[in-house]
């Protein structure tokens, strides 16, 4: 993992708006900052790729897929799929440039759902539990980390071009904010104390925290370009350090 000895940086969905983003960054630079995307950065936004890229290319940072990623990618390979992209916000020429790009394609395709982190923060995309779905057909003897094979499930579906399926994991609402007993389930499932995610806007100034800070929201409605942006949304609803 990127940067393990550096305190932790989160960023929620970026959705395209690359000049929000370098602001939010601004106080935190690469080298300081152990940063995590948390999915979501292509879509309703004009620069969506560039957004992966620079993602990509920042030190000391890992990234996380989220449903549009998804979606894109499985636009990618298959061209039926393009207008649903385009309904949920997909660019037309993030696409082709992603087209034209064969080791980002590859980058993103191998991009984990989910990281625990060393003091049992685990960060994905959804605040639910529906990535439980690709442990279905695990062998119940099973004994490795439920974390690595979640990944490893994603990585081999993604490979297999089965890109409707990780649609259906990861495009389902938010539990954990009203689902105590499910979030303490998923914690106890994947052996973290708490979970960060994003994938749902929240109205906060700050990340959202429910349940004693144990699930914890960082989509603070970044992009301008969101049906959901609020004018004046603070970038420290999306773009704020894990506190330890
Ligand atoms: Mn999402």
Redesign the pocket.
């Given at each position: 993992m990127a940067g393990a000895d550096l305190p932790v940086l989160i960023v929620g969905?970026v959705h395209g708006d690359i000049e929000r983003l370098f602001a939010a960054l601004k106080p935190y630079p690469a080298t300081e900052w152990h940063t995590i995307f948390l999915?979501?950065l292509v879509d309703y936004g004009a620069y969506g790729v560039g957004c992966l890229r620079y993602a990509r290319d920042r030190l000391n940072t890992d990234v996380i897929l989220?449903?549009?990623e998804v979606a894109m990618l499985w636009a990618l390979r298959d061209p039926t799929r393009i207008g649903f992209f385009i309904t949920i916000g997909g660019q037309q020429h993030d696409l082709d440039e992603l087209r034209s790009d064969g080791p980002l394609q590859e980058w993103l395709k191998t991009r984990p759902l989910m990281i625990k982190l060393a003091d049992g923060t685990l960060a994905q995309?959804?605040g639910n539990d529906d990535y439980r779905l690709l442990l279905a057909d695990d062998l119940s003897d099973d004994l490795s980390d439920p974390v690595d094979r979640i990944n490893s499930a994603a990585t081999l579906v993604l490979e297999a071009g089965n890109a409707d399926l990780l649609w259906q994991v990861?495009?389902g609402k938010g539990a954990f904010a009203t689902q105590p007993e499910r979030l303490e389930r998923w914690l106890k499932l994947t052996g973290c104390r708490r979970v960060v995610f994003?994938?749902?806007p929240h109205r906060n100034s700050t990340p959202a925290r429910y349940h004693h800070s144990k699930a914890i929201n960082f989509?603070g409605g970044l992009s301008r370009s969101h049906r959901m942006y609020r004018r004046g949304a603070p970038l420290a609803a999306s773009v704020a350090p894990l506190e330890p």
């Open positions: 969905d999915g979501d989220g449903n549009h995309h959804c990861m495009s994003g994938h749902t989509d």
